[in-house]
Each structure stands twice: as structure tokens, then as C-alpha cells.
């Protein structure tokens, strides 16, 4: 049968997703993503600052972390890729069931009893299972935008949006952490328990009300999964092979993030106040993501990624540059603006690195489902965080090592008695060094393996036109079966009867 390309997506026909919906999605996404981001983005300055755990330790913890991250989303995915029963949706319940554990763990997750630091450390790796649980199912609402279109360009429209909103979100919790430091002042773990409470409150009210709303408009086939299989599926996918080899460089940058909180408590004698540091990077990703939007209707996905690593290393080259000046003078205030400015521009790299991956996973999810007629969005999305999350596992063992500790390659001086110490010029220029060059660096690693990516235009289009025939032919199955299955109930009654 010859394939016909798609025509352009027609701006004015109706929408699949009405507005009352779309707007509660994003409810539930920027609260999940909230609370996400007060969970994990002052973990370590907890771990170094709060706890004072030595530095074997925190990498102990980080290991451990990272491996159980590695191993239990396989049992979680042979759970989330079951095929659903005929007319059941497959990721609402999931996101829905979700509520619990986020709510038992929010307070936990900044809050440690008087214990010795080898049991502190395993306090902390319990808390941080019930977490992972948390966080699996809960990250299915970044996969509902698969589900509630048929359409190619709707969906993208909602994967931006999306994206935005989360980004947004991820960095509200230094405006909020930034508010409570006036009033807990001094007290940052008092700051990060009613932050995490407060986050995770809100994230449990935006999924009940949102996955209310929210519903999933694609024909699921009945055929039973075997999750073994379906991960050999995602692993015999040249596309998704490209995606795990490109996370796994992309996620040493982990070690330049691990820094951001340090170099705040560095320049602006607080953890608290890295909401300077971290909001105009912020800014910048929500407008780099505009900006890859506008982009996308002149390049492909794949010119854009590898584009944006390219600027990468420009804009961190020159924004450690500006940041070393400032360090040997820090009287110029003219300098700290300039540097606030460049990162900016360093999130403007991050509008493509956040948002087009959700792109390519989108498409690669559907290219295996034209293959295999089977839907495997947890099995996809686990398997490509393989690369992802070995990285994130050898970057969580090696930061602290980097940064503080006999021999670090940085040295830097934990507070005293809650008080921070100053630090050495080369520690403050090593901490830019390696929070800037490196960061940079691994995004334009994880731009080469795109050379070989292939999923792009008329080769996407075709296959995403293939996949809507054979889901028509699926429904058309569906509803003859539900038919046929009525007639005969009838039949018995109607024998029963007489």
C-alpha cells in the first residue's frame, strides 16, 4: 500500500484537548514539578552542610541512590506497561496512585532525628526509596501528552508548553526557600521541611483535581506485554540507542549542578540565595524554549540539539570568564550583573536540552509501536535512562570528591556551626570552573551521537500516518468485538428468559 505523507498541520481545525483540560494538566504538572525540584536541589547542601556527613560518606549515599534509581524502575515499568483492560486508561491511575507516598514523604525528606551518621545515612536511603516510588509514577504526567492527542502537532504544542511550565516550577522553590530564609533565618533546614511540605501539599492537590480532568485519547491493544521482551524492543531500536548513548554523556554534567549551591554560599554567603544564581538560568531556559519553538518551523529537532551544544560551550566559556573577574574583583559591581547576565544565557541552552528530548522520545515511542503494535511507554523511557542514570550514578560517587575532602580537586571549606566559611580564590575559581567549562563541555558531547539520528520529517511523518491507520483498525476491532460480545450477552438473556 503506498503511504501518503501527512499534509501541514491546519492551525485552525479544532483541537483534541479542550482548554479546561490542557490548563489543569499543567496544574498538575508544575505542581509535581515543584515538589520534584524542592526534593532534589538542596539534597547535597543538606547531606555537606546540614549533616555534616564526610565526603565517603555523601558518596556512599549518592552510589546507592543512584543504583537503586537504575534497578527498580524495571519492576516499576513491568507494572506500567501492563496492557489495560478494553476502555481503561493506562497512565491516569498510575499518576493518581502517586498521592500517597508524596505525601508521606515530604516531610521526611529535610527531616533527620539524633542519630549516628551511619544510621543517618540509612534513614535518609529509606526516605529516598519511598521517594523513587513516588517520583516513578508520579513522572507519568510528563507522559500524558503522548495519550491525549492523535495529533503530531498538538502534541508538541503541549510538550512545550509543558516544558515551559515545568521549568518554571523546578526553580520555584528558591523563590519560596528564599522567602522562608527571612523568616527562619539562619534555620535552613526549618526552610527545606516547610518548603517540602508545603510542595508536596500542593502537588497532591493539583493531581487529584488535574487527573480528574485529563483524559487519554489513544486505542490501546489488548495484546498482553511481556516486559523482557518490551525492553529488548527499546534496545533494538537504532533511535533510542542514539538517545541512551546521548544521555549518558549529557548527565556528567550532574557534576557541574552539584555545585550551583556551594557557589552561592560562596559569592552571596548563602545557600538560601541561590535563587541568584539559579532564577536567571531559569528565565533563560523558559525563553530558550520559545526560542527552539520558533526555530523548529525552519530547522529539525535533530539540527537544533546539536546546534545548541555548540552554544553551549560559548556561553559557559564566557560566562566562567566574566565570573573569574568578578571573583578577583568583587567590588565591581558591574561585573556581578554582567555575570548574572551570561547565566542567563547559559539557560538559553537549556530551553533545547529540556524540551526537544521529550520530542525525540515522543517519536521514537511511536516508531516502536508501529513495529511492535505494542505501547511501551515505561519500558521506553527506563531504557533510555540507562545512559542517563549510569552517568548520574559515577557523577553523584565522584562530586563530592571533587568538592570537598583531603586531595578534592576544589577544597572546598564546610560551614562551622552553621556559619560559612570563606573560601580561597582558587577554590572560588575551581567551584566556577567545573559549575561553567563543564557543564558546557557535556552538552556538546551530547550533541555528536545525533549524526546518526534519523527520525526527522518526511521519515517521522510517515510513520506517524501509518500508526493512525493501524489504531483506526484497531478501534474498528474494538468495537466490533464490544458489539459482538453485546449480541451474544443478549442471546443468553433472551434464552434464559424463555
Not at 79 to 102: E, N, Q, T
Request: proline share 4%.
Amino acid at each position: 500500500m503506498k503511504t501518503q505523507r501527512l499534509e501541514p498541520r491546519n492551525e485552525t481545525a479544532a483541537k483534541q484537548v479542550p482548554q479546561k483540560e490542557f490548563i489543569l494538566y499543567l496544574v498538575s504538572v508544575f505542581f509535581f514539578s515543584n515538589f520534584n525540584g524542592m526534593a532534589e536541589q538542596y539534597r547535597q547542601a543538606y547531606l555537606v552542610n546540614e549533616l555534616e556527613l564526610h565526603q565517603n560518606t555523601v558518596s556512599w549515599i549518592n552510589g546507592i541512590l543512584r543504583f537503586v534509581e537504575f534497578v527498580l524502575p524495571f519492576a516499576y515499568a513491568i507494572i506500567i506497561d501492563r496492557a489495560p483492560k478494553a476502555g481503561k486508561d493506562k497512565i491516569r491511575p498510575l499518576v493518581k496512585f502517586s498521592i500517597i507516598p508524596i505525601a508521606l514523604v515530604s516531610f521526611f525528606l529535610y527531616w533527620m532525628p539524633d542519630m549516628p551518621e551511619k544510621n543517618m545515612a540509612m534513614f535518609f536511603l529509606v526516605t529516598m526509596a519511598v521517594f523513587n516510588l513516588a517520583f516513578t509514577f508520579g513522572d507519568m504526567v510528563h507522559r500524558l501528552p503522548n495519550v491525549m492527542t492523535s495529533d503530531t502537532g498538538e502534541r508538541d504544542d503541549i510538550l512545550s508548553i509543558k516544558s515551559i511550565a515545568s521549568a518554571i516550577a523546578n526553580s520555584a522553590p528558591l523563590v519560596v526557600i528564599l522567602v522562608l530564609g527571612y523568616i527562619f533565618e539562619d534555620q535552613d533546614r526549618t526552610q527545606w521541611i516547610v518548603g517540602s511540605v508545603l510542595s508536596g501539599l500542593c502537588c497532591c492537590i493539583g493531581f487529584v483535581i488535574g487527573m480528574k480532568t485529563v483524559k487519554e485519547r489513544t486505542v490501546y491493544s489488548p495484546k498482553k506485554v511481556d516486559p523482557w521482551q518490551g525492553f529488548a524492543d527499546v534496545l533494538h531500536n537504532k533511535y533510542a540507542l542514539i538517545i541512551i548513548f546521548s544521555d549518558f554523556l549529557k548527565e556528567f554534567r550532574a557534576i557541574a549542578s552539584y555545585m550551583g549551591m556551594f557557589l552561592a554560599a560562596v559569592l552571596l554567603g548563602s545557600t538560601s540565595k541561590f535563587l541568584f544564581l539559579g532564577l536567571p538560568t531559569a528565565i533563560g531556559t523558559m525563553v530558550g524554549m520559545l526560542i527552539v519553538k520558533q526555530l523548529l518551523k525552519r530547522f529539525n529537532s535533530k539540527q537544533i540539539y546539536m546546534g545548541s551544544g555548540v552554544y553551549a560551550v560559548f556561553a559557559n566559556t564566557i560566562a566562567f570568564l566574566v565570573g573569574r573577574e568578578y571573583l578577583r574583583n568583587q567590588d565591581n559591581t558591574f561585573l556581578l550583573v554582567a555575570f548574572i547576565f551570561f547565566l542567563f544565557t547559559i539557560g538559553l541552552q537549556y530551553g533545547a536540552s529540556n524540551l526537544l528530548p521529550d520530542m525525540f522520545k515522543a517519536d521514537i515511542l511511536e516508531d516502536l509501536e508501529l513495529k511492535t503494535h505494542k505501547r511501551l511507554e515505561a519500558s521506553l523511557y527506563k531504557i533510555i535512562g540507562i545512559g542517563g542514570t549510569l552517568s548520574r550514578l559515577i557523577a553523584g560517587v565522584i562530586a563530592p570528591q571533587v568538592l570537598y575532602g583531603e586531595g578534592s580537586f576544589i577544597g572546598y571549606v564546610r560551614p562551622i556551626d552553621g556559619v560559612h566559611q570563606p573560601q580561597t580564590l582558587e577554590t572560588s575559581e575551581r567551584l566556577l570552573l567545573v559549575y561553567t567549562i563543564w557543564h558546557g563541555l557535556m552538552m556538546l558531547a551530547a550533541g555528536l551521537p545525533f549524526f546518526l539520528y534519523k527520525l526527522t520529517g518526511k521519515t517521522r511523518d510517515d510513520i506517524h500516518e501509518q500508526l493512525l491507520a493501524y489504531r483506526s483498525t484497531l478501534e474498528n476491532e474494538e468495537r466490533e468485538y464490544s458489539l459482538t460480545a453485546a449480541a451474544k450477552e443478549r442471546e443468553k438473556e433472551l434464552e434464559e428468559t424463555i
